[in-house]
């Protein structure tokens, strides 16, 4: 049991790993094209930086909203799988 529970676990780090990373990639990039048009259309018409301003600080809070469940998820795949007190007994440490 302690060696399956050990494989589970490091899968479960390796896939919030690679959750995490394609969650902050994409949020980067959506956010960089996001601030890159807001900064175009303020350049464009800078009567109307006001509200691309507020509309842009909504729009990024949504995005960065999709990195932190991404981050949720991710804990949760660490810390909260059922094969956690097997971990727990492994390493040493009460459960």
Same mark, same amino acid.
């Given at each position: 049991?302690? !060696?399956?529970?050990?494989?589970?676990?490091?899968?479960?780090?390796?896939?919030?790993?690679? #959750?995490?990373?394609?969650?902050?990639?994409?949020?980067?990039?959506?956010?960089?094209? #996001?601030?890159?048009?807001?900064? !175009?259309?303020?350049?464009?018409?800078? !009567?109307?930086?006001?509200?691309? &301003?507020? &509309?842009?600080?909504?729009?990024?809070?949504?995005? !960065?909203?999709?990195?932190?469940?991404?981050?949720?998820?991710?804990?949760?795949?660490?810390?909260?799988?059922?094969?956690?007190?097997?971990?727990?007994?492994?390493?040493?440490?009460?459960?």
């Amino acid at each position: 049991m302690g !060696e399956q529970a050990l494989q589970f676990f490091i899968a479960s780090v390796t896939a919030a790993g690679f #959750g995490i990373a394609v969650a902050a990639f994409g949020c980067g990039i959506a956010q960089g094209i #996001g601030l890159k048009s807001a900064v !175009e259309g303020i350049a464009r018409n800078p !009567e109307a930086s006001g509200k691309v &301003t507020v &509309t842009l600080l909504i729009g990024l809070a949504m995005i !960065e909203s999709l990195c932190i469940y991404a981050l949720v998820i991710a804990l949760i795949l660490i810390y909260a799988h059922p094969q956690a007190g097997a971990i727990a007994a492994l390493f040493g440490a009460a459960h």
